[in-house]
């Protein structure tokens, strides 16, 4: 790795929950005893209103990574779950048995609808319930507005994203992904200013569609990634022809772009031609894409993408602030 | 005990939360394998909204104990209760740290905070929940509005009651209780019919001020009492100079009353003046106020009033129902 004098003061991430997390935590071991900052960017279009309680799935998986509280076995939630709230809830027959709300994890949901029903943004009530822990990055959701991510499964139908990965998981053949609501939203405070002020902006290897395309969906966001002074570096969320996690194969097919990393890095567009990237990071196993990227305009290099270790993920990281250097932005 | 055939058709009783839990308990062990069925109208003065969520303490306790999941050592709650989410509302500062708030209890809170913001009523909300449970009774919400018991403590401060009772113990000296919102607040659905069609009606041995007497608030209560064509016969809260349970004698003493068996029946007052009783039953320990009672109007007996068994709680309420036979209602 570079020693840290060579790190940029200020880096902007953009990132959906579990794969943006283990990434961000890459990142946050890269900066460790360095004053460079770390913004988090997230994907709020998952978030939804369940029994009454506000659950944001990125922000959690975000949250509790970072806060080193996440269950690793897992995937998701945190360590040490039980859920004796949530037996209550099907009990009584109000609870949505298809999506687990531990009790710990439950804790999170209540304290942040009472924030929000106390008059506070999203915004500060993510600082609020972020000051409990020792994150090391600044969370940000995309935006303070309720815009949902909604998957169209036939003409008449669209399921909220959980539901249709959660409930359903992912086998109901999405025709396409809808965000009713996005084009009256506004990004959430401080996330123009942390594109603005970026010096290296990164994709987490987040899934494009519903994670980062979610956040690119909100009026603004898209437009100052391309004006921002800063390079836009992704990391590609396919390795060969499979996600790294998740289920981003559905999502893209949905929207007609190729499951490759290439596909992905065409799917964002070279910033260049309109685009968001400057440079794409894909796997080794995918070199051979490289020198079609960059022929497209867009700086690429292949190096291991498999987030094993913080170390192994810091490289990652590493290599992206490199690939950042030769764009000469 | 009488045999069931004589056993009335219809009881309803007013009722606060522990104390009238264990006398409902007693009489559904007199009423069990009759045709009798006991309503009861609960106390709602005591309720809250609590970090967004609905807690009704006598509701809850009516239903736990009548479920049977009630937590019998500590009096209140449910049996074998934890507390994971309430210390993670702590330790995100929002969680109030004076009132324990158990995962399974939460589970109900945060059920009925659901179904009210759905549009539900209280008292259609309370049957949603009761129906998990074999209670043997039916709970009715004294009322659907949100009517407070507040405790004046000086000049310009009145605190909820709960806060009173339970953060400062009763410690600080009530100047009156007071019921904001109460004039404008109608009885719940059930409750009127409930009182009407009875043929008994008990007051539970519940706090006469804070529990029956925020009953009597809400208006309408009181006068379909008075006009009931069943008798109505109370249990003495007080034995001696002290109460059953809680803190009766600083909620007595604030309005003025006597703290003793006799004076709880003068601050109901006999029907026949107004007031609100045909009957009172005091403890074996106060027989000396029988005599009284009876010269004020009111029929009285001495029985042992201790709700130590479902057995000796059912003798009470078959001791009541005696009492009743002898109004001449």
Redesign the interface.
Known sequence: MQPSSALPARITMLSGGVGGSRFAQGVRHLIRRSATSLTCIVNTGDDMWL???RVCPDLDSMMYGLAGVNDRDRGWGRAGE?E??????V????GADWFTLG??D???H??R???L?SGLGLAQVTR??S??WDLGATLLPATEHEVETRVRVDEETTLHFEEWWVRHRAALPAREFVHPGAAEAIPAPGVLEAIRDADVILLAPSNPIVSIGAILQIPGIADALREASAPVIGLSPILGDAPVLGMAAQCLRAVGAEVSAAGVARHYGARSYGGLLDGWLVDEQDAEAVAGLEDAGIAAAAVPLLMGTDDLTADMAQAALDLAGRTGR
Chains 1, 2 share one sequence.
């Not at 004796?84 to 809830?89: D, F, G």
């Not at 009990?91 to 109000?94: E, N, P, T």
């Open positions: 029994n009454g309680l039980t004796r709230v949530s037996a209550e809830l009990a009584y027959g109000v009790d710990l439950l804790g999170t209540i304290a609808a009472q924030l029903r609020r319930l000051e409990r």
